[in-house]
């Protein structure tokens, strides 16, 4: 049985369909890119996998358990979590109390002091151990980045759905929110990640997802999905390498 099938999943706005019949499958600990111009759907894909949204038709589940319309604190209990394209962080809070509010509210719902032992692992994993009394509001974008990926893997998921994660990076810190999501394959989470970085996908997806007015076109190989004349009509041609 796969671990993630998205199977002809669906969402209309009014008369526009945003995500049109949309089917795949993941396997547990794989790491995969969803591609595609703006406005393809992809965005709207990750709302529908992660409960943001209810679907308009298909269904979604995660080890034979239906993720597909339910309330995203159900789904956050069955293991999955999400960044997302503007950094989500409570500015107000310091790095500590933004990490341990999923480690409360994640898949195993800790509390008192295994919620910090939580909070405090998944700031070491991403970079921040030694600031968690910092106020989050007070961090550099790239930190807020890892603050708000900390906050991900604080629900400890076992699929984890990055939208456009790396997106704002300069060179140097673009290669290292490369390095970091590369050690998350350690951990054996599945990944999926929407990104228009080209050279990011490259160096972390052995498998690439391609979508394109709300239909999903390519799905393979991320050097053959690169190369296909249909993805390089679709979404390359439009942006360069690293849009």
């Not at 969402?11 to 499958?25: D, I, Q, Y």
């Not at 990076?169 to 390095?179: D, R, Y």
């Not at 997806?205 to 709300?214: H, I």
Request: hydrophobic residues 45%; charged residues 20%; contains cysteine.
């Amino acid at each position: 049985m796969s671990f993630l099938t998205i199977d002809k999943a669906t969402k209309r706005f009014g008369g526009l369909t945003a995500v049109n019949e949309v089917s795949f499958t993941l396997q547990e600990g794989e790491i995969a890119g969803l591609l595609g111009p703006n406005g393809s759907g992809k965005t709207t894909l990750i709302n529908l996998v992660s409960g943001a949204l209810p679907v308009s038709g298909g269904v979604i589940t995660l080890e034979g358990k239906t993720l597909s319309s339910r309330r995203p604190d159900v789904v956050a209990r069955a293991g999955v979590a999400r960044t997302f394209q503007l950094v989500r962080i409570l500015p107000s809070l310091t790095l500590m109390e933004n990490v341990m509010i999923p480690a409360v509210f994640g898949a195993k719902a800790h509390w008192g002091r295994a919620a910090e032992v939580v909070a405090e692992t998944a700031l070491a994993q991403v970079g921040l151990k030694g600031r968690e009394g910092l106020r989050a509001g007070d961090l550099t974008y790239i930190d807020q980045k890892r603050l708000e990926l900390a906050r991900a893997l604080a629900a400890e998921p076992r699929l984890l759905l990055l939208d456009e994660w790396l997106a704002g990076l300069n060179p140097t810190e673009l290669q290292q929110g490369i390095a970091l999501i590369r050690s998350l394959r350690e951990t054996g989470i599945t990944v999926l990640m929407v990104e228009h970085i080209m050279e990011a996908v490259r160096a972390l997806c052995p498998r690439a997802l391609v979508m394109n007015s709300g239909i999903l076109i390519a799905d393979g190989e991320t050097g053959a999905v690169l190369s296909d004349p249909q993805v390089i009509a679709a979404y390359l041609g439009q942006v360069d390498a690293h849009a």
